[in-house]
Nanobody, 122 residues
């Protein structure tokens, strides 16, 4: 599966951005982010068919993952952005949805796209 993330940019605190990940096929897709000098961090994931989602507790309520399978696209809507959200955001795909929280682990994903950079200024 090929993955292509886009939609990043430079915004002020409080703004919104919507990231897109073009992902061919009905794979489970996750979004991760990595700030400068930090480890890669789970953001959200969605099942291949859609419907089932998982969001990091720290971002729940501000970020929302969704998908439009007709467009082969997974979205990450990010609202009320904060400077600490500054990072490179990556989308990744896994053939099957996993339970027990494994979708939060970068190592379970089989394919990764290039990142899209998000910078939030105060």
């Amino acid at each position: 599966v090929q993955l292509q993330a886009s939609g990043g940019g430079m915004v002020q605190a409080g703004a919104s951005l919507r990231l897109s990940c073009i992902a061919s096929g009905r794979y489970a897709v996750g979004w991760f982010r990595q700030g400068s000098g930090k480890e890669r961090e789970f953001v959200a994931a969605i099942r291949g068919r859609g419907g089932t989602t998982l969001h990091a507790d720290s971002m729940k309520g501000r970020f929302a993952i969704s998908r439009d399978n007709a467009k082969n696209t997974v979205y990450l809507q990010m609202n009320s952005l904060k400077p600490e959200d500054t990072a490179v955001y990556y989308c990744a795909a896994r053939q099957n949805w996993g339970v027990g929280g494994i979708m939060t682990r970068p190592s379970v994903y089989e394919n990764w796209g290039q990142g899209t950079e998000v910078t939030v200024s105060s």
